[in-house]
């Protein structure tokens, strides 16, 4: 019988989470439109599959601010031909 493979851990979730804040902050000085969408993803990947109710923050974070991150910049975008 072939193994499984391995199911993301509560560390492998952290990590994504914590990559999406920074990828969030780091978006609103440059490139906002590219990396707020992969905080969002990050972050969403973040909070895992788990079913107890309870979203880590960092993964709430990171998904708000790319949501907001990717909002102004294509705001930005779409301002700029004027």
Do not use: E, Q
């Amino acid at each position: 019988m072939p193994a499984r493979p391995p199911t993301s851990t509560r560390s492998d979730t952290g990590t994504l989470a914590i990559v999406g804040v920074i990828c969030a902050l780091a978006g609103f000085f440059v490139l906002g439109i590219v990396l707020g969408p992969i905080a969002v993803l990050c972050g969403w990947l973040g909070m895992g599959r788990g079913r107890s109710g309870r979203k880590p923050i960092p993964a709430v974070v990171a998904l708000i601010l790319g949501a907001i991150d990717t909002l102004i910049a294509l705001l930005w975008l779409t301002n700029a031909g004027w």
